[in-house]
């Protein structure tokens, strides 16, 4: 087969016309008689036996068209793409089929989207707002104390219990008397002060002493998923025991006790190289992606919407792969959020169409700069890949073609020439004007009421509609977890948390 023809149309389309010869339509025509001759009823012959012949003078001679074209088509795509002098992007659609009088042959019109021609305007010199990457000493000390507080002993108090302290309970809800799904705990574990349960919980389990039963009425947030919103509920509490933590000194032995380091002066100067590391790659990624912004903003480019469709196809693959990596059965997260797969891809239209706009403009420096990528820069890629993912090169070369890393390559370094021509903003204004380039900040994971944990559902259902799957975190997806498990039982008891031998200190000094 060849192409005979190729014409582009309007709206970045083209109409590409494949000739297949009489030679290999009759090879096809072959395979798909052989594959349907046993359901063929033939007067005068069992079924399977008669000839084909027969079975065209019958049924004519389109009756194995179809069949013939489903073998046909792989073959036709591989010589469109590999032929065709075009950059086709989505998937090819035969739109036309002509059959040559007496199967001499059949010609295929194929039907497909194009990159578009682009024009950008200046893209060196670009300014934006660029957060100061300053670690202030609060930051350190807060990351100090909260080492201290994993680090902290738990022992019994033989006290009222007070915030701070682990209050031991059981506990039941009742809604008009009657117990609600998910209300229910024993031997439960919560921090006091933690905002683990819905507001006004806590304090009031504050005061009481071990082996007091009291009743706590509660109205659920106006904002609460399900049935429990805004409705007034009774809590039976029985507190077991009260626990205290007492924290270690901050001095040298607390710096060995924890890290690698002999003293605390050596261990918070490593707290801050880090914490000024992690800022500066947030302060970074806050100025590139409002260059970015700026990028779109000149873009001249009649993008198809199979570019876009594309795009959130891989973005519901990504998805996918990062919930299934949880231990997690996408469609069952979706279904557990309350959101099709439709929806979902919907929702991440936006963000689908800004990405191929960046690929777009980015593509389009690469040409304009004359950026060139070596056989050398591609082999690292595929090296730096497979150890990434754990991969032999060889499968990794099966799955990527080179020319997909090459083009990567040439997005990134073409991305790296509009930074490092920028100015940084510092000005308030200039931050006002960039803060939606901002990046999103996770989800925070929802507080865990001490009821059917709807709300936890709701909070990973609207992550996932507001950005697709860049907005689907860690957090969101134990959240998502931890969602299930309540719909059917009550909080579990927490792990205390104990003082860490030395043998792990060097782990939980990299946290």
């Known amino acids: ?124 010199g670009l300014s934006a707002f660029k957060p100061a990457a300053e670690v202030p000493e609060s930051d350190i000390d807060s990351e100090v104390e909260g080492i201290r507080l994993r680090n902290a002993r738990i022992e019994k108090a033989d006290r009222p219990a007070a915030d701070g302290d682990i209050a031991v309970i059981d506990y039941e809800g009742f809604l008009d008397g009657v117990p609600f799904d998910g209300g229910k705990g024993e031997n ?37 998923t399900g049935e429990l919103a805004g409705k007034a509920v009774v809590f039976k509490v029985k507190l077991h025991e009260v626990k205290e933590k007492t924290l270690p000194e901050l001095d ?12 605390l002066d050596d261990y918070k100067a490593d707290i801050r190289d880090r914490l000024t590391k992690a800022k500066q790659e947030e302060s970074d990624a806050v100025f590139e992606n409002a260059l970015m912004d700026k990028l779109v903003e000149s873009l001249d480019a009649d993008i198809p919407e199979a570019m876009i469709e594309e795009q959130m196809e891989m973005a519901m693959n990504s ?31 936006l963000s689908s169409e800004k990405q191929v706009k960046i690929k777009l403009a980015l593509e389009k420096i690469a040409e304009l700069e004359a950026i060139e990528v070596s056989d050398e820069d591609v082999e690292n890629e595929y090296k730096d890949g497979a150890e990434r993912y754990n991969m032999e090169i060889d499968k990794l070369k099966e799955s990527v073609d080179e020319k997909v890393i090459a083009r990567d390559i040439k997005v990134r370094r073409a991305a790296q020439i509009v930074v490092d021509n920028a100015t940084a903003e510092d000005a308030p204004e200039a931050a006002d004007e960039a803060g939606a380039a901002k ?11 001490a009821a059917k944990k709807t709300s936890v559902k709701q909070e990973a259902a609207d992550a996932a509609a507001e950005g697709g799957v860049d907005d689907i975190t860690d957090e969101t997806l134990n959240a998502g977890g931890d969602a299930a498990v309540a719909e059917s039982e009550a909080p579990k008891p927490k792990k205390t948390t104990t003082r860490k031998p030395k043998a792990e200190k060097a782990a939980e000094g990299a946290e």
Not at 98 to 115: A, L, M, R
Not at 201 to 220: H, Q
Not at 253 to 263: G, H, L
Not at 444 to 449: E, I, L, Q, T, Y
Request: contains cysteine; charged residues 30%.
């Open 439 to 449: 990046p999103e900040k996770p989800a925070a994971k929802p507080k865990k009421p």
């Open 1 to 124: 087969m060849n192409i005979k023809s190729c014409e582009k149309k309007e709206k970045n389309e083209a109409e590409i016309v494949v000739e297949i010869d009489a030679g290999e339509l009759e090879s096809a025509l072959s395979k798909a008689f052989i594959k349907n001759r046993n359901s063929i009823s033939v007067p005068g012959f069992r079924k399977g036996k008669a000839p084909r012949k027969i079975v065209e003078k019958m049924y004519g001679d389109s009756i194995f068209h179809s069949d013939a074209l489903d073998i046909l088509l792989p073959e036709v795509m591989r010589t469109v793409d590999e032929g065709a002098e075009l950059r086709i992007v989505g998937f090819p659609q035969a739109s036309d089929v002509d059959f040559k009088d007496g199967n001499q042959g059949v010609d295929i019109t194929i039907t497909v989207s194009v990159y578009p021609d682009v024009n950008i305007g200046e893209y060196k």
């Open 252 to 263: 040298d032995e607390f710096a060995k006790d924890v890290s690698e380091f002999d003293t």
């Open 188 to 224: 439960y574990e919560l921090e006091l002060g933690s905002n683990t349960f819905i507001p006004g919980f806590e304090e009031k389990v504050g005061g009481m002493e071990t082996g007091e039963e009291r009743d706590i009425d509660l109205v659920f947030p106006e904002n609460y």
């Open 319 to 349: 998805f996918a792969t990062q919930v299934s990596n949880y231990g997690m059965d996408p469609s069952s997260y979706l279904r557990m959020m309350n959101i099709t797969p439709e929806q979902f891809r919907e929702n991440s239209r």
